[in-house]
Each structure stands twice: as structure tokens, then as C-alpha cells.
């Protein structure tokens, strides 16, 4: 059976791998050796392992100046390798020492997704991402200066280059997870996946622009306004997550749901504290950009007929102490009102038509 | 030189006697009415302190002028106030609410029985140039009387208000001013600096007195006379304005209406470029800026209009779209209130064709949570740019109801339009 000597750097890793048929393999720095060490804490004729007449292995040190140590951190003369993947340190080398027949790790699949991001993680593709992203950076800052600053405006497109890189913050921290699990990296992958998100998050943003201008009432067009952002993130997460070969799907799931749910949970704590300012549909385009027919301001004054909230007033509660049941007050006044604003509805409109 | 001599000594002699006059009314005034004024404070339950102070005057032996604002926290937070008047040695008494007037900011308070000497209100308003003596407790300082002058009833104010020269200072409000007989000409309301002093007129108090309920209503009842009275109010405002014919004017290709009623005082403003590459923009504003205090965290029966034309020949028209777009991106209601008092705004918004031209519209409406069909109405317009030229109008209501905000929009929008 064959020997295997592995020359390992300090993680463990192997930096070189020797196979030897022979019953006699010398170690040390000089030449002359089967192994040689380049450590300079090694001697030139350091260590001899050879193989007795019944086929067992042992490790000889030649009285080296500094030693050969077994895994035990023990400095030996002479010792039999018991085990498979026996470790020694000579001088500072560490080296293992392993026979043909020793277990190799499963082959590992290529991570999915790697081909079909080929295509989108290419030079050219990339680049065109980055330039649509850069360019729509671009547009934003040229379009926002007047006035005096309209004058040296180009200064300011020197910062777009590094907003362009914080999107590479992603890619660089699933590399690092995927380094820490012994995993393949798939730097450039992610990063191609991190750009096209973006670029479609420019497209979407033109395109709900117009639609919003045109269809500001629209049930349709407010789903998509959730849905669309919603879709570009649960597909960059889940993909993300597929490339970083997470293997149990329901971690994944959760991961990319709990990573897209953030879009949602912004707003929502935001919307928590009380909001008594108005938020309206304020978006205005050209007349050419417009494809709808305006409607007309009676059906406008019709349609807003439902603002009007009723407030109904809870029945005051004897002379009892009006403050200490004031919050209770108000959550009935809120039933109350609700209740009353439905049949408001109905006799608004009786008097609109 | 002797002549002018004599002129400045004549001149003078008459400084002092005029002064002289003054000072012994003021005394007389003072000596008489003195024990008839006294501090209304609104003491905090928890803490048994003052949140806040000012002045009253007895009309009778048991009832109370004062202003609504120094009493409002009673109204807003019953339970964590009580009134009291500090009544020179006896201590603090408690007080009572009888009767608001919060349109003319007017409180009747039910007082410990006074038998002494009470005042009397005037029959009419002083002759312009009459002196006139306000009373109250300036900044807790004690009582004191300011000798002024009445300078006629405050021009293009809707809510009736004597303008008084003199030094009406806080926590003189809800004291009496009065004649140099003695008699209360109207109980002092606000000060706009410099000498410049406000009274609600007597005639407002006769009223408030001509309905005085024998014993004190509770606060919910107290809140429904204030309801009632604010829907009764923004009648009164906008009936003119709904009626009228509203003269136009242009402000660049818009119409824009000119002052519609007395009370609306209109303001404009141009901005001029300091390159070419800015938006041009005049703006006119025109409203009835006084304000029905109801609490410190919530006003109202204001009306403001806001118009502006924008020339932006000189930009790109996308560019020119994005800082258009970007002034019509907020709009706030103009008068001050908390989420207790109102409830969320509920929005509108659509591209509607007036005069043909497509506009975006906003129309924003909230309610107030206790004086029920009562709302603010925030409205804005803007056209939709063919070349680099914009047109924002937009009106803002505060406490009106649903049929006068219907109806003024209407109006609105059918007369300032891209003509």
C-alpha cells in the first residue's frame, strides 16, 4: 500500500501532496531528501519514515536540532503510525502522514444557479448594468440642481462611483458566510444577481412613475406598487440564498422572507405614531406622458363624497371622572364611527345622485 | 424766539395737565373696580399649581367675564383641571364654566358671591380717539390699569376686535378695558406688540349674558355649545365667499381671485432668478389669518389661499416637470392640531380636466374627533405642463362642514383655472 506524506501550512491545509511506493522516505531540507521541507527550523537529514517487514509504518527522528513532535506536542525518537492522518511538527512544518486507503471527502455538486448566471454575470452584461445604474444616478443628480449649483453640477457625479459600490456589501457578506462554511464564494455570481436587481429597480421606478401619473386610482397599479419591489426582492434573496448553497429550503424560505419583509416593516413602524398630514398620490408628468382622459371635476367631487369620516360621539358616561375613560372613550368612539361612516357612504351618495 | 418759547411752555403745560387728567381717571378707575377684578387660574390637579393665569372681572355678584383661551386646558383635559380665582386675602375659590363664546373668546364663569361694587357694560363703543383703561394682571405682576387709546374696530378682521393703543400685556386677557366713566367697553383679548392691544367688543359679552343657564352645564355640554357655535361660525365666513361672484385676476396664464371678502387680505411674492438656469415663480396668498383658539394644540376658522405661476422657459422640461412636482408634494393643513383633536386626513388624488386643461387634484379631508361634522379641507391643483409653465392654486379650511367645503371646492375649482 502506498504512503502519502501531506506538507500542511498553519490552518491545516495541504500546500503538497507526495506519494511513495518505496519502504524508505527521508525528510528533511537538504536535496538529497524524498520530502523536502523548506522551513529553515528543519534539519537537512531530519526524519526518516519507513515501513518493517510487516508492512507497519514508523516515523525516525535523526537527533534533529530541533525535534520532531507528534500531535500530543511530545518530541519522539522513534513512533508507529497507529492512525490514518497522523500529524508531526518538524521544526515548524507541520506534516501529515496518511496510506492510500484512507477516506476522501463526497464529491461536492457545483452550486446551482451558476450556470445560468453565467450569461448575466459576463464582463459586458455587467458593465451595462452598472451603466444603467450609474446613469440613472446620473439623471437623478442633473435633474435635482438649479441655480447656482446648476452651474458645476458635474462635481457632484464624482460620488456615484461609490454608491454604485454599497450594493457590493451584499455579495462581499454572503462570500464571507459561504468562506466560513467552506463553501464557494461566488462573488462575481452574486454581485451580477445584486446588479440586475437594481437595474430593474431603476426600470420599475420610470414605469411606476408613469403609472402613477396616469392611474393614480387604480387598484391594479397600487398592488403592483407593493407587489413589483416585493417580487425584485424575494428574487434576489431566494436566488442569493440558492448560489450561497443554504441547504435546507425552509431556512432559505425564511431567510428570504424575513430579509423582503423589511421593505414592508419600515413603513408599517413608521405609520405606527399618529399621522394627521396628508399623504396623496402627487406624481405629474408632461401632457405627453399622459394616456388616460382626465375625468371631470364633478365626478372628482362625487368620488370624494367617502372622505368625509362621520364622527359620532360616545354617550357621556354619567359625570364619572371624563378623563380616566378617555382612551376607552375613543376606541368606542372609533367603533362607533366606523360603523357610522359605512352608512354615511350610502346616504351621501343618495344625496350626490 | 420769545414767541416760540411760549408756544413750548404752552405746549407743555398742557402735556402735564393732559397726563395729569389721565392719571386721576386711571386712580378713580382703579379705586373703584379694583375688588371686582380677579385672577383666573387654571390650577393642575396633580401638581395643585397653576398651568396657566389671567384676568376676570365680576358683571355680577356671582358671574364672571374672562377669556375662553386662559380657561381652555378645563375644557380639554376636564379632569386634570380645576379653576380657581385668587381672591386678594380669601385664598383661591373655585370657579365654574356658565357659558363659552370660543368664535369671540368669551368665558362666563360662575365666582364665589362679590357684593361689592360689580362693573357695568357701556352701551356702545368710546368715539375714536376716547381714552380707555384696560385691567388686568400683567405676567402675575398684580392688577394694574393701562391707560390707552380706542382706535376704532381692527380692519379686515372678521372676528370683531377693538383696536386699543396701550400695553395689554399677558395675563391681562379676559380683563376688562373700559371707558373713562368706568364702564367695560370689551374685555382684552391679544396683543400684537408696540402698543398694540385687542378687545372683544361689549356687545360680544351682552350676548354671552343674554343666555346664562341657572347652574354649570357639564363639559360635554359645553362642547356641544362650542360645536354648535363654530358650525354657526364657518356659515357666517363662507356664505359671502360662496355667493359672490368672484373677481378674477391673472397671475401669469391663471385666474386667480381677487380679495373675494373683506376678510380675506392677500399678500404676493416674486422670486427673482440669480441664473438662468431657476425657476421663476410668483406667488399670491390671500386668507382670513385669525384663528378660533380652541386649545393650545388645536385652532381653527382659518381660510387660506395659496396661488403660483412657475416659468421654467429656461430648463429642460423634464427638469422643469421634477421641481414643479416637487412643490406640490406637501401639503400641510394650516392649522395647528393634534392627533387627540382630528383624526387622519383622507386623501384624493386624480388627474381631472378643468377649463380643459388636464390637473392633477388633491383633495384632503380630515374630521375633528369631538365637534362631529365639523372637518379641515386642504385642496391643491396643479396643471399638467405642455411647455415649461406651471399653475399651483390651493386653499386650505379649517373647521367647516362637509357642505360648505363641498361647495367651496366646486367653486374653486371651476373659477381658478389655466385659462
Known amino acids: 500500500m502506498a504512503i502519502i506524506v501531506e506538507l500542511l501550512n498553519n490552518q491545516g491545509k495541504p500546500v503538497s501532496i507526495h506519494k511513495f511506493t518505496q519502504s524508505d522516505i527521508r525528510i528533511g531540507r537538504s536535496y538529497e531528501n524524498d520530502v523536502i521541507v523548506q522551513d529553515p527550523y528543519c534539519c537537512a537529514e531530519h526524519a526518516i519514515l519507513s515501513c518493517n517487514e510487516q508492512g507497519h509504518w514508523h516515523m525516525r527522528d535523526l ?21 490514518n492522518g497522523q500529524e508531526f511538527m518538524l521544526g515548524q512544518q507541520r506534516l501529515r502522514v496518511l496510506l492510500s486507503n484512507a477516506a476522501i471527502a463526497p464529491t461536492r455538486m457545483i452550486a446551482q444557479g451558476w450556470h445560468s448566471l453565467r450569461v448575466l454575470s459576463s464582463l459586458p452584461l455587467l458593465l451595462l448594468v452598472l451603466l444603467i445604474a450609474g446613469l440613472d444616478m446620473a439623471y437623478g443628480t442633473w435633474i435635482d440642481v438649479v441655480g447656482e449649483a446648476a452651474e458645476k453640477w458635474q462635481r457632484q457625479l464624482l460620488v456615484i462611483p461609490f454608491f454604485l459600490v454599497i450594493p457590493l456589501l451584499w455579495p462581499a457578506l454572503l462570500a464571507l458566510f459561504a468562506r466560513f462554511r467552506g463553501q464557494d464564494a461566488h462573488f462575481r455570481q452574486q454581485a451580477a444577481l445584486v446588479y440586475a436587481v437594481v437595474a430593474a429597480w431603476v426600470f420599475w421606478d420610470i414605469i411606476a412613475n408613469w403609472l402613477g401619473f396616469n392611474f393614480s386610482n387604480s387598484t391594479l397599479f397600487a398592488v403592483l406598487q407593493k407587489a413589483i419591489p416585493s417580487m425584485l426582492l424575494l428574487g434576489l434573496f431566494w436566488y442569493g440564498f440558492s448560489l450561497a448553497a443554504i441547504q435546507r429550503k425552509s431556512v432559505q424560505a425564511f431567510l428570504t422572507l424575513a430579509l423582503t419583509s423589511t421593505y414592508w416593516l419600515f413603513p408599517y413602524i413608521q405609520s405606527a405614531g399618529p399621522n394627521i398630514q396628508p399623504q396623496y398620490e402627487a406624481n405629474l408628468l408632461p401632457q405627453a406622458f399622459l394616456i388616460t382622459s382626465p375625468s371631470n371635476s364633478t365626478d372628482f367631487m362625487a368620488a370624494s363624497q367617502n372622505l368625509y369620516q362621520q364622527i359620532t360621539l360616545a354617550e357621556p358616561a354619567a359625570v364619572a371622572p371624563l378623563e380616566n375613560n378617555a382612551s376607552e372613550n375613543s376606541t368606542t368612539e372609533k367603533r362607533v364611527s366606523e360603523k357610522s361612516t359605512a352608512e354615511g357612504d350610502t346616504a351621501e351618495k343618495s344625496v350626490v345622485e | 424766539m420769545f414767541f416760540r418759547r411760549l408756544c413750548c411752555s404752552l405746549a407743555f403745560g398742557l402735556l402735564i395737565f393732559t397726563q395729569q387728567t389721565l392719571a386721576d381717571n386711571a386712580q378713580q378707575v382703579f379705586n373703584q373696580y379694583q375688588d371686582a377684578l380677579l385672577e383666573v387660574q387654571v390650577v393642575e390637579n396633580q401638581t395643585q399649581h397653576k398651568a396657566a393665569f389671567g384676568s ?11 377669556n375662553y383661551h386662559v380657561i381652555a386646558n378645563r375644557i380639554a383635559t376636564p379632569d386634570s383641571y380645576q379653576l ?5 386675602d380669601a385664598g383661591l375659590q373655585p370657579l365654574e364654566i356658565l357659558a363659552l363664546d370660543v368664535v369671540n373668546d368669551l368665558a362666563l364663569l360662575k365666582a364665589p358671591k362679590y357684593d361689592g361694587l360689580v362693573f357695568t357694560l357701556a352701551e356702545g363703543l368710546p368715539a375714536q380717539g376716547a381714552e380707555v383703561f384696560s385691567l388686568g394682571n400683567p405676567h402675575d405682576l398684580g392688577m394694574v390699569v393701562v391707560p390707552g387709546t380706542y382706535n376704532g374696530l381692527k380692519q379686515q378682521s372678521f372676528y370683531p376686535r377693538l383696536h386699543v393703543t396701550g400695553s395689554i400685556n399677558p395675563g391681562m386677557s379676559g380683563g376688562p378695558s373700559v371707558n373713562s366713566v368706568g364702564q367695560v367697553v370689551g374685555v382684552n383679548v391679544a396683543t400684537g406688540g408696540n402698543q398694540l392691544g385687542f378687545v372683544v367688543p361689549v356687545a360680544q359679552v351682552q350676548a354671552l349674558l343674554a343666555q346664562v343657564p341657572a347652574t354649570p352645564p357639564a363639559v360635554q355640554t359645553l362642547k356641544a355649545q362650542i360645536r354648535s357655535q363654530l358650525l354657526h361660525n364657518q356659515n357666517i365666513m363662507l356664505a359671502p ?22 376678510y380675506m387680505t392677500c399678500w404676493g411674492r416674486t422670486n427673482t432668478p440669480q441664473t438662468q438656469y431657476e425657476l421663476r415663480t410668483s406667488a399670491a396668498f390671500c386668507g382670513q389669518q385669525e384663528e378660533v383658539f380652541l386649545s ?15 416659468d421654467g422657459s429656461q430648463l429642460p422640461l423634464l427638469k422643469f416637470n421634477h421641481h414643479y412636482r416637487n412643490r406640490i408634494q406637501q401639503a400641510r393643513a394650516d392649522n395647528r392640531a393634534s392627533p387627540r383633536d382630528v383624526e387622519g386626513f383622507n386623501c384624493r388624488s386624480d388627474i381631472v380636466a378643468l377649463n380643459a386643461h388636464a390637473t392633477r387634484v388633491v383633495y384632503c379631508v380630515r374630521a375633528y374627533k369631538e365637534y362631529p361634522d365639523l372637518y379641515d379641507a386642504i385642496y391643491l391643483a396643479a396643471t399638467v405642463p405642455i411647455d415649461q409653465f406651471g399653475f399651483i392654486s390651493r386653499f386650505s379650511l379649517a373647521g367647516v362642514s362637509k357642505e360648505n367645503a363641498d361647495a367651496f371646492t366646486r367653486k374653486f375649482m371651476e373659477t381658478v383655472v389655466w385659462q
Open chain 1, 63 to 83: 537527533a534533529s536540532v530541533n525535534g520532531t513532535i507528534n500531535s500530543q506536542g511530545q518530541r519522539i525518537d522513534f513512533m508507529t503510525i497507529a492512525a
Open chain 2, 56 to 66: 376676570g372681572f365680576y358683571v355680577a355678584p356671582e358671574w364672571v367675564i374672562t
Open chain 2, 84 to 88: 380657581m380665582a385668587k381672591m386678594g
Open chain 2, 241 to 262: 365667499l360662496l355667493e359672490a361672484d368672484w373677481q378674477m385676476k391673472t397671475l401669469g396664464k391663471g385666474q386667480i381671485p381677487e380679495s373675494i371678502a373683506p
Open chain 2, 296 to 310: 393650545n394644540q388645536f385652532v381653527t376658522g382659518k381660510i387660506q389661499m395659496q396661488f403660483e405661476w412657475l
